[in-house]
């Protein structure tokens, strides 16, 4: 099992920059495919960037494509994700998942989640 701690959410004005954390522990964080998530209000969970277990492969939403960089530290077992650019749309909870059996893009293929920390973007 794997656990998972987000930081670096708050509030940032249209235009701005935010840059979150994901640490992880419990299990050798290289064997684990990792993902950025985000929830807005009323909406579905959606995935934001994902990278493989290496960092190689990456993945973006095209909502994000541009402004947004997944990345990761294997030696420092953390995952980012550098927001820049940031919108009113981009507000939501966002979520950093793991799964150790595949690099999915789907909420539903990550197995472990964590607590998620609040983006808040004002116009």
């Known amino acids: 099992q794997v656990q998972l701690v987000e930081s670096g959410g708050g509030l940032v004005t249209a235009g701005g920059s935010l840059r979150l954390s994901c640490a992880a522990s419990g299990r050798t964080f290289s064997n684990y495919a990792m993902g950025w998530f985000r929830q807005g209000p009323g909406k579905e969970r959606e995935p934001v960037a994902t990278i493989s277990w290496s960092g190689v492969s990456t993945y973006y939403a095209d909502s994000v494509k541009g402004r947004f960089t997944i990345s990761r530290d294997n030696a420092k077992n953390t995952v980012y994700l550098q927001m820049n650019s940031l919108r009113p749309g981009d507000t939501a909870v966002y979520y950093c998942?793991?799964?150790?059996?595949?690099?999915?893009?789907?909420?539903?293929?990550?197995?472990?989640w964590g607590q998620g920390t609040q983006v808040t973007v004002s116009s």
């Open positions: 998942a793991a799964d150790a059996q595949q690099w999915g893009q789907a909420p539903y293929e990550y197995e472990y």
